[in-house]
């Protein structure tokens, strides 16, 4: 029998791909982005897809809609813009406190497990009351919580993308991480597979049958002249962050960028611009802007589907919407073959349920502190790496 799962906030619906992948089966799917609901739909034909503010929606209509089914899991991504290392920060952000409709969520259906997804700022100091509020949450309706930061590239995605991944259940039993599949770059491990490339995902996750969905070249053309001009002049890989990289490709005074270095803060862009990806490493992570990076060899941005390529969706998902909301859902998905990954471990934690383990919680400043430590085997979960949590 497979598990049954809800999707909270699940956008295009990555993370549920990656699950059923792994073996679980995506009842229904929940967003208030219509667009993200119609690719939801268009690749999940077995689910429920349905758009709303999850604050306003009753969890007995979403009983009915799924016809009473057993829950197993519940899974998602509250709004991590409050959170978000990226953005603003704001730790007041009222989306920060979505996660309580999660709560609701688990609280009336009363899953096996549970599973959230965010950003890795959810473990900066000033989100240690939201964190603290999330692991108070569950215990109080009786689950056993477990976090890691895990990166997408570990399991075959061709992006270095770090999230925190929250693993619970309500059996008395262990939590499982997926462990280390692939190489860092550079990383020659024989035991682990070779670290997945920008290459790798432009030439074996675009076509589908000889057709590329998403794909339009047109719509990444770079309209101004100048900005044409000046990704010319950057090599493959490299980019624009501090004012020797400035010298040393725009040669031409027309070029460049008219700022005054010794003003910026530390003296270089916060983010790199011009940024021409490298087709031997990973990608950086994709975020919700186009214009954020530029194709490895071509005068231009990248498509949504190279994008999509990129988060380790395959070619044959196609996207819904306007250019600007394809990118926000690819941008804010959770990579499907990282979803799989973790599937696999709550099938893992599934099959163990009968090994009953000493209730336990855990230390959040001592997972902040491993938790970003990837030279260390941090991928393995034991009962013994099990800490009191003070609050």
Same mark, same amino acid.
């Given at each position: 029998?497979?598990?049954?799962? *809800?999707?909270?906030?699940?956008?295009?619906?990555? *993370?549920?791909?990656?699950?059923?992948?792994?073996?679980?089966?995506?009842?229904?799917?929940?967003?208030?982005?219509?667009?993200?609901?119609?690719?939801?739909?268009?690749?999940?034909?077995?689910?429920?897809?349905?758009?709303?503010?999850?604050? #306003?929606?009753?969890?007995?209509?979403?009983?009915?809609?799924?016809?009473?089914?057993?829950?197993?899991?519940?899974? #998602?991504?509250? !709004?991590?813009?409050?959170?978000?290392?990226?953005?603003?920060?704001?730790?007041?952000?009222?989306?920060?406190?979505?996660?309580?409709?999660?709560?609701?969520?688990?609280?009336?259906?009363?899953? $096996?497990?549970?599973?959230?997804?965010?950003?890795?700022?959810?473990?900066?100091?000033? $989100?240690?009351?939201? *964190?603290?509020?999330?692991?108070? +949450?569950? +215990?109080?309706?009786?689950?056993?919580?477990?976090?890691?930061?895990?990166?997408?590239?570990?399991?075959?995605?061709?992006?270095?993308?770090?999230?925190?991944?929250?693993?619970?259940?309500?059996? $008395?039993?262990?939590?499982?991480?997926?462990?280390?599949?692939?190489? $860092?770059?550079?990383?020659?491990?024989?035991?682990?597979?070779?670290?997945?490339?920008? #290459?790798?995902?432009?030439? &074996?996750?675009?076509?589908?049958?000889?057709?590329?969905?998403?794909?339009?070249? +047109?719509?990444?053309?770079?309209?101004?002249?100048?900005?044409?001009?000046?990704?010319?002049?950057?090599?493959?890989?490299?980019?624009?962050?501090?004012?020797?990289?400035?010298?040393?490709?725009?040669?031409? +005074?027309?070029?460049?960028?008219?700022?005054?270095?010794?003003?910026?803060? /530390?003296?270089?862009?916060?983010?790199?611009?011009?940024?021409? *990806?490298?087709?031997?490493? !990973?990608?950086?992570?994709?975020?919700? &802007?186009?214009?954020?990076?530029?194709?490895?060899?071509?005068?231009?941005?990248?498509?949504?589907?190279?994008?999509?390529?990129?988060?380790?969706? !395959?070619?044959?998902?196609?996207?819904?919407?306007?250019?600007?909301?394809?990118?926000?859902?690819?941008? &804010?998905?959770?990579?499907?073959?990282?979803?799989?990954?973790?599937?696999?471990?709550?099938?893992?934690?599934?099959?163990?349920?009968?090994?009953?383990?000493?209730?336990?919680?855990?230390?959040?400043?001592?997972?902040?502190?491993?938790?970003?430590?990837?030279?260390?085997?941090?991928? /393995?979960?034991?009962?013994?790496?099990?800490?009191?949590?003070?609050?």
């Amino acid at each position: 029998m497979k598990l049954n799962f *809800l999707d909270l906030f699940c956008g295009a619906g990555g *993370l549920s791909y990656g699950l059923e992948k792994a073996g679980l089966n995506c009842l229904l799917g929940l967003d208030f982005l219509e667009p993200a609901i119609q690719t939801f739909a268009t690749n999940h034909p077995n689910s429920i897809g349905v758009c709303g503010d999850i604050q #306003g929606i009753d969890t007995s209509n979403i009983r009915k809609k799924i016809r009473n089914k057993k829950v197993h899991l519940i899974c #998602g991504g509250p !709004p991590c813009q409050g959170f978000s290392t990226i953005g603003k920060g704001d730790a007041e952000d009222s989306r920060n406190h979505l996660f309580l409709d999660f709560v609701r969520f688990v609280r009336d259906f009363k899953p $096996n497990y549970v599973m959230i997804e965010n950003v890795t700022g959810l473990l900066a100091q000033k $989100n240690r009351n939201t *964190l603290e509020s999330i692991f108070k +949450e569950f +215990e109080a309706l009786g689950y056993h919580l477990d976090l890691r930061v895990l990166s997408s590239h570990h399991f075959g995605v061709p992006e270095a993308r770090r999230r925190v991944i929250i693993i619970g259940n309500n059996q $008395n039993c262990e939590n499982f991480y997926p462990t280390k599949e692939y190489n $860092n770059y550079g990383e020659n491990n024989p035991k682990l597979k070779p670290c997945r490339t920008v #290459g790798w995902a432009l030439e &074996n996750r675009l076509y589908f049958y000889n057709k590329a969905h998403n794909h339009d070249k +047109e719509s990444a053309a770079i309209m101004s002249n100048i900005e044409s001009a000046r990704i010319n002049c950057i090599p493959e890989g490299k980019s624009i962050r501090y004012e020797r990289d400035e010298k040393a490709y725009f040669k031409d +005074e027309e070029l460049k960028l008219g700022i005054n270095w010794k003003s910026i803060s /530390e003296k270089r862009f916060r983010e790199a611009k011009y940024h021409r *990806l490298d087709r031997n490493k !990973p990608s950086p992570t994709i975020v919700t &802007n186009r214009k954020m990076y530029f194709h490895p060899l071509e005068n231009r941005y990248l498509t949504a589907r190279e994008a999509a390529a990129l988060q380790s969706f !395959p070619p044959k998902f196609v996207f819904k919407g306007s250019l600007s909301k394809q990118w926000t859902q690819i941008g &804010n998905a959770v990579p499907p073959l990282m979803a799989e990954a973790i599937g696999k471990s709550i099938i893992k934690i599934h099959k163990n349920k009968s090994k009953k383990i000493k209730q336990r919680t855990v230390d959040i400043d001592q997972v902040a502190s491993y938790a970003f430590n990837y030279y260390k085997d941090t991928f /393995e979960h034991s009962s013994s790496r099990q800490m009191e949590l003070t609050l």
